[in-house]
Every structure is written in structure tokens, then in C-alpha cells.
């Protein structure tokens, strides 16, 4: 009875967020896709993607483009369901005791991996391990680490124990199982599963054509059932508007539009006739991150002065189309932990001014730029390729800082060199990238300083005791209400440190081919439920031989 109290006070205090977390600000907007037929199998689905994954083991990357492939081909324990609330996947069940700090999970027996191979909870166990292996190095550890003790109790359940009570614990476990059998004994840094992994999941890696391409087959031993879609590519185009050229073309079924795209090049018959439309404020940001190990922005006057300089209202208006919000830090306007208060920075170019005086900038050859000491006020703002979006933000700041005597360079390199030998190495002055904001307001791994190091994501180096200790507290209660105050403390110390230059959410703009049915837009966006998605017979393009 204890353990039944408790699970459903865990759930009210700590993963209520998941329904509040990605709420769409204004309705999800979708042309309607009538379905007459009974789901069919086969056909293919082909997506566009900006970026090539680096790598297919989830521990060891951050890039979304690896995610997402990865994403159809393990399973976790548990997942979220349309609304934001967690269910179970690879668990047949989970119970939460002892005040938050006992999760035990029994697993669905007769999951298979590709090589026939039952997962079992020893599967679990390794997965845990390979996690908090210092030798791995991965980003994700920390979440790992809080357990005190990690039992298998028998061929399908195990218990994990934490110290105290840790607000991520059950979204931890949404995490991907990887296989004992095949990787024990493997350096998992230098392994080929990497590239050819094996997982059991809904779908299968078929083939990777590196640069091009990457093919996924419907897995016919998926525990939930071979998905009715056939196969799954990746197509690799690093640049948005050939991206969209391919879609116009019918080579892609699915694309992320621009503002531009979303706005006016889609509004034809032929868009309006071939694909649907979706429309919701996305859960993610955009930034500029400073490296703090950089001369100039080891001073927070600098930082703060280049923030005033930017006009994010005109990055909306300008750069979104208004298909976005002006950012002030690291939530999603509308949940419980969004400030309450805070608004974004207002360009204000006199202060602006007048803090990179105090910071001892002057223009002493009168060529509009600003020195100190002979050196001029120049760094590179470094981002990734193809993504027009964010070179557009980029030029629009450029003009905007050189307006107060700033001068500003703008590099874009190839997506996976960009995070490999850029960004995981701390290799950059200042940064223009984005983050998902995850259900959980957890943001431990990106700003505490434990993570400043290289492979973490606290890539910027930040390092600040009072936020250390604030990120350690909110991750330890269960009331929601004292972790949105702390939350909100630190969200003020953002504001006064500038470690980034928190710029904009956009809004998503995703459009689908029409033939494919089973898309049912909810607050967790549209890909929520891809394994049952489908194409009637009649509509399919592709004859493919399994």
C-alpha cells in the first residue's frame, strides 16, 4: 500500500512537468488527414536532415541528427506518451517507494534483439555500468551516477536506489538499453557498433552511405509489432533551401520549413494539395555561448554589453517572421519553471557603450572600433552549415555590434567537424547553436560546472558555486513549487552573468507528405507515435522486396 501511496505522490509532485513542459503557446495547426483504410505495410518515408549523426551509440552524442536515428532503433524502459506522461515501453511495469528514492522496474518478457537474443534486466545492468564508466565519458552520466546501488533482482526486473530523492529518476530511465552480449568486453569509444549497431527496437539499420544517406528496415521482431512502414532514410542535405527543392520535387516526404518557406513559398496549390502543415512553438532555443576561457569574455561587462547590443525582437521579426519568441533563458515560455518576471534583454546600445568603456574598450585610432591595449574587440561567431537560419542571426548581430564598435567574423563549418572538432573541444570564441528543452527542467549536465570539460555539454566552461548549489538542490525535491522558486534563481543568475546570449524560441514548422496517415498532433508534437504511422495501398510509391 506504501509503495502504491508513494508512486502516485512521486508522479503529482515531479512528472506533472511532463504535461506542462512542451505545451504549445498557441495550437498546433495541421491541414486534416483523413483515414479510409485499414493500416497497410509497406512503402518508404524520407526525411531530410541538416546534419549526418556522428554516432549511433545515444551515450556518446549530443547531435539531434544521431538521436533520432538511434531514437527508432533501441528501446527504452519507458517513453512519453502524447501528453507528456510517461509510459511504459520496454517495461511491463514500475514502482516508485521509499519517499522517491526506490524505482523497481519488471521488464516484458520475449523482447528480441535483431540477433534473436532476449533482453533481459543483466542487459540493463550493462547499459548502466557502460554509462558511469569514467572510460566512456559520457555527457549523460550524471543522471546515472545518483544511484547508491543497482540490483538485478531476477532475469526481468531490477531496483535502483538512490541516496535521496532525485527529480529525474524515472525520466532517466527513457534512456536506450543497450546489448550485454554483443558489447561486453568492447572499448565503446572505438567500436564498430557505433556505426553498425544492433538494437531492438522498431526499426533496423539497413545501410549507411556516409555523406548521403541513412537507410532503416522495419524490424520484424519489434516486441510492439513490425511497424507498417517499410523503410526509413535519412537523407543527409546540408543546406535548408536545397532541402527544400528536394520535398517541392517529391524527393523528401518530411522537411523542417523556414519562416519564409512556412509563410509564402508553401502557400500554392500544388504545397497545399501535397502536403500537411504543422505549426507549434518548439521546445528548444537558440544562443550565442561565449567560450569563457576566451580573453574578452572572461569579463562579464563584455558579455553583458554585447547581449544589451542585440535586438532580439528584431531576430524575430526579422530573421522568424514573428515565428518565434524572444528568449531570456533556458525554459519554455509557458512552463512552471519560465520565470515569472524576467523578460528578454532590451537592446540598449548607450549601456552597451558604456560597460565595454568600463571594461576598458576605447576607440583610440578613431576607425569605429573599439581596443584595449592594441588589441581591437574582434571574435569569430562559429556556426553550422546549411542552417540559413542561424547564419541569418548571425549577420543580423554582426551589424548589430558593429554599431557600438564591435567587430564581428562569422564562420559555418560542416555539421558533424562542427560538434566533433569544434565544439566538443571548446574550440570557438562564441558559439550559435540551440538546445532541446527536455520535459524535465532539469539543466544540470549543461550548466553545472562538473560538466565544463571536453565531450561535456557545459562546453562554454562556465562555472558559478551559487548555481552549482541551486542545480544540486532543485534535482533533490519532490515539491514542485521550491524547485520552480530555485529555478527561477537561477534564471536571474543567467541574467546577470550572460554566459549566453539567450536569443529566441522558434516556432517548429514541419510539413508531411499527404499519403502518410496515423499523424495525430498532440502536446508532444507530431512524432510521438512514427512506428504507427502508415500509407494506404493505393498511395504508396515505393515497391520495395523484403
Known sequence: MRTQYMKQFFCAAALIVFLTALRPATPLAASPTAATDQPAYGDRILFGSIGEASNLIPYLTSDAPSHDVAGLIYVSLLRYDKNLQPECWAAESFDVAEDGKVLRFTLRKGILWEDGQELTAEDVAFTYRLIIDPATGSPYAEDFMRIKEFTVLDRYSF?????????????????????????????????PFARKPIGAGPYRLKSWEPGSRITLAASPTYFLGKPHIAEVIYRIIPDSAAMFMEARAGRLDVIDLSPLQYLRQTETPTWKEQFSKYRYLASMYVFLGFNLEHPFFKDARVRRAISLAVNRHDLVKGVLLGQGEAAFGPFKPGTWAYHPSLRPVEQDKDAARALLAAAGFKDTDGDGLLDKNGVPLAFTILTNQGNDQRILTASVMQNQLRSIGVDVRIRTVEWAAFIREFVDKGRFDAVLLGWTIPPDPDIYSIWHSSQAHAGGLNFIRYSNPLVDDLLEKARSTPDQAVRAGLYARIQEILAEDQPYCFLYVPYALPVVQRRFMGITPALAGIMYNFDEWWVPKAQQRYMLIE
Open 159 to 191: 531496483e535502483a536506489r538512490y541516496d535521496q530523492f532525485f527529480a529525474r529518476a524515472v525520466s532517466s530511465w527513457m534512456s536506450a538499453i543497450l546489448p550485454r552480449h554483443i558489447l561486453e568486453g568492447q572499448d565503446i569509444r572505438n567500436t
